[in-house]
Nanobody, 127 residues
Framework: QVQLVESGGGSVQAGGSLRLSCAASRDTISGYCMAWFRQVPGKEREGVGGISAGGTRTYYDDSVKGRFTISRDNAKNTLYLQMNSQKPEDTGMYYC????????????????????WGQGTQVTVSS
């Protein structure tokens, strides 16, 4: 069983940057498809970015392409999300998730297929 803990959220002005981290414990994340999701009140969680188990393939929602970078360090058992050129619409609670390795190649943004979730970290971008 994997335990995930996010950190790095906060408040920034539009155009600013934040780096989120997701530290895993109890088990290694090396065999999992990992992803970041964002949720705002009243809406479902939406996939922001995903990364394959080996880190060789990454996937992004169109709204963040060219601005966000997902990465992982399996040796440190940690997932990252570098967010640059942030916009007010990036505001939300950000969650990291771990799912079956094959999920990344099938439908990385399908939240219901992920097995483990963190508690979330809030990101607020002001205009």
């Amino acid at each position: 069983q994997v335990q995930l803990v996010e950190s790095g959220g906060g408040s920034v002005q539009a155009g600013g940057s934040l780096r989120l981290s997701c530290a895993a414990s109890r088990d290694t994340i090396s065999g999992y498809c990992m992803a970041w999701f964002r949720q705002v009140p009243g809406k479902e969680r939406e996939g922001v970015g995903g990364i394959s188990a080996g880190g060789t393939r990454t996937y992004y929602d169109d709204s963040v392409k060219g601005r966000f970078t997902i990465s992982r360090d399996n040796a440190k058992n940690t997932l990252y999300l570098q967010m640059n050129s942030q916009k007010p619409e990036d505001t939300g609670m950000y969650y990291c998730a771990a799912g079956p390795a094959g999920l990344c190649f099938l439908d990385w943004s399908s939240s219901r297929e992920y097995t483990y979730w963190g508690q979330g970290t809030q990101v607020t971008v002001s205009s």
